[in-house]
């Protein structure tokens, strides 16, 4: 029995490059909500080539509204909405692998499409002193409940971050960036196949491929792009504030200091709206 959480953001889907592609009420929008949607399909189907015997879908970008339900693979269920206890991997905590499509590169990465890091208003986030990205933050997450990242898709500058971080883990590349806001993708065609066929392989070998590791306890620093931000974020009981920009907060283990960090920035971005 295989029980798979795939996760779906949109900023590494192929074909999106700028901010209107995945800011809800554009028509730019509208059209890679279906393409989301249908590189979720392409895992979805995957995983079960490969013997899964129940998938969820975690639709994972911005308000976490954007999968088309009647679109999706009815074979698979969807998470969506906010109010997740794990956010991004919520479901992790009932499945054995997970597979994480449309990522994109942590803040500050470049040539790498609309990279970021939870937040624009995010400009670094460190987890127990490293620079890490919603890649890194997520498979810790998903490693807390015993789950290891099997496959992760994106552009070309997200697999050389995960090459370095979590080298067991596939990558399924669909785009190449030259800046922040253009890129060159491959065939749609082409990027279904290659998440399907890659998620296939991945699951097949998920035995042999260990949760991502986190000692206890876990500490977080961001570094804002404004002192504005860090002093809203400090506001957050248990989050210090340790220079104009930067607060520090840490947990007995990752869960409980995510928790305390989503609270803190969503502090830090209601002072900046």
């Known amino acids: 029995m ?30 890679f909500r279906r393409q989301m949607t249908q590189e979720a399909n392409a895992a979805v189907a995957g995983a079960f080539d490969a013997g899964a015997t129940a998938v969820t879908v975690n639709d994972s970008h911005d308000g976490m509204r954007n999968v088309l339900y009647e679109e999706l693979d009815e074979r698979a269920s969807l998470v969506s909405g906010t109010m997740k206890p794990l956010d991004m991997v919520e479901g992790a905590q009932g499945a054995e692998a997970a597979v994480f499509i449309g990522y994109h590169a942590m803040a500050g990465s470049a040539p790498a499409v609309l990279a970021h890091t939870m937040s624009g208003i995010v400009h670094c986030w460190r987890m127990n002193g490293e620079p890490v990205g919603e890649t890194q933050i997520n498979a810790a997450l998903c490693g807390h409940h015993g789950v290891p990242v099997a496959l992760v898709s994106g552009d070309a500058c997200l697999a050389e971050e995960v090459a370095a971080t979590l080298p067991a883990t596939r990558t399924v590349v669909v785009k190449w960036a030259t800046d922040e806001t253009t890129a060159r993708s491959v065939p749609r065609v082409e990027a279904i196949r290659m998440i399907r066929e890659g998620t296939r392989d991945s699951l097949r070998g998920v035995g042999g491929l260990a949760p ?31 220079s104009g920009r930067v607060v520090e907060m840490s947990g007995i283990d990752v869960v409980a200091a995510y928790r305390l960090a989503t609270v803190a920035l969503s502090l830090a971005m209601a002072s900046v709206s």
């Open 2 to 31: 295989v029980r798979v959480l795939i996760s779906v953001d949109m900023e590494g889907i192929a074909g999106v490059t700028g901010h209107q592609d995945v800011q809800p009420g554009t028509a730019a929008y509208e059209r």
């Open 212 to 242: 991502w590791p986190m000692a206890s306890p876990v500490g977080f620093e961001i570094e804002f792009s404004t002192p504005g931000a860090a002093a809203a974020a400090s506001q957050c009981p248990g989050v210090e504030r340790r």
